[in-house]
């Protein structure tokens, strides 16, 4: 399973979800659809933005999780 942690990467650097879709270019919907774990994949150009608006690593906004 894939877990998508972004909520928490958010919280943690006080990014709000309207901040982080205007920084990367993004609609609040489609930012919304990935942070609930909807999205049906990911552009490497999106995570690369948002790595780079938050200061932080692919991984530790998506998680693969053993079931």
């Not at 990935?34 to 994949?41: I, Q, R, S, V, Y």
């Amino acid at each position: 399973m894939i877990k998508i942690n972004l909520d928490r990467i958010m919280l943690e650097k006080g990014v709000t979800s309207k901040e982080l879709a205007e920084k990367i270019g993004i609609t609040p919907a489609n930012l919304s659809i990935l942070k609930t774990g909807k999205a049906k994949g990911i552009r490497f150009n999106t995570l690369e933005k948002i790595c780079e608006v938050l200061d932080c690593q692919p991984g530790e906004i998506v998680e693969w999780i053993r079931e």
